[in-house]
């Protein structure tokens, strides 16, 4: 079986994924190592496969470079991407979600960043959350997907 083929078969499991910023960036910045999985991500995501979510952590941590770069291009494309994409919510951190992400981070001692985002994926019924943290494989509250043994 093909590479892309087998991610279409592992995200379509799923109705709701969650993503964490690196999906974001590699996809963005075209990362050649991940773009097989971000395509295929983002492709089943536009066309209404699956849905996906995140936060409001990923709009900040990805406008971070082209800030930083003084590249206002960028970071209103960025923008423009991130919030009309089809199928794709961007949920605010809340009071749910922080008390979510408090119980993720006492339970598992994550960073606050890492359980904020897990939070928002719980709150908002994903039922799975795609990273390349290795470190949020503990987690048993959702299924954890790392990108970078779903591409080898």
């Given amino acids: 079986m093909d590479l892309k083929r087998s991610i279409q078969d592992l995200l379509g499991k799923y109705r709701i994924v969650a993503i964490d910023t690196a999906a974001f960036i590699y996809h963005l910045e075209e990362n050649e190592k991940y773009l097989p999985?971000?395509?295929v991500l983002f492709e089943m995501i536009e066309t209404g496969k699956i849905r996906g979510v995140t936060s409001t952590i990923t709009l900040m941590e990805v406008l971070v470079k082209p800030k930083r770069d003084r590249n206002e291009e960028a970071v209103e494309e960025y923008k423009f991407i991130l919030q009309t994409f089809p199928n794709l919510k961007i949920k605010s951190i809340d009071a749910k979600?922080?008390?979510?992400?408090?119980e993720i981070r006492a339970e598992y001692?994550?960073?606050?960043?890492?359980?904020?985002q897990v939070g928002a994926s719980l709150v908002n019924n994903a039922e799975a959350f795609i990273t390349n943290d290795k470190k949020l494989k503990k987690l048993k509250e959702t299924e954890i997907i790392i990108m970078k043994e779903a591409t080898t």
């Fill in 37 to 39: 999985f971000t395509n």
């Fill in 97 to 102: 979600v922080a008390e979510k992400a408090a």
């Fill in 109 to 116: 001692g994550i960073r606050p960043p890492d359980a904020l």
